[in-house]
């Protein structure tokens, strides 16, 4: 799959979070998705999202370029969560919200780096996810 999320938490006790449970079924929804052909080329958006705790925050707000691997042509963008996302009813709109960001902001880094990648294909996936998850919950 090119299009991959995970997340790193500073602590266990957020592992039952409203945030984590958005984005394990996020995950799941796009997994679904794998054997579409957006989902079997290069390169590889790895969106990591940090979640805060008592101890550790991302020193940053919003979205940021983590790194680029250029051998395995990953990009990773990492995601600072709000506090007030982790327990909020609405973690999986901010999941998904945050994935079309990261699309958006992949897109542009490949351009400059003249790089072909799918936006639009990838926007259309995340958007198939959210509209599914829609029709689960009406």
Known sequence: MTLHIGYMI?????D???LIKAITKVATEL????????QQRTPVLDI????PSRQEKADFAGLRLHSFDSVGQILRIESAVPEKMVASIHAE???IAILLDAIDAAGEFFREQ???FDVSGHLA????AAT???HVIN
Do not use: N
């Open 10 to 14: 500073p602590d266990r006790s957020l």
């Open 16 to 18: 039952e979070s409203e």
């Open 31 to 38: 997994a679904g998705f794998r054997d579409r052909l957006v």
């Open 48 to 51: 990591v999202f940090l979640l």
């Open 93 to 95: 709109r901010f999941v």
């Open 114 to 116: 003249h790089i072909l």
């Open 125 to 128: 996936l995340v958007e198939l």
């Open 132 to 134: 599914k998850e829609q």
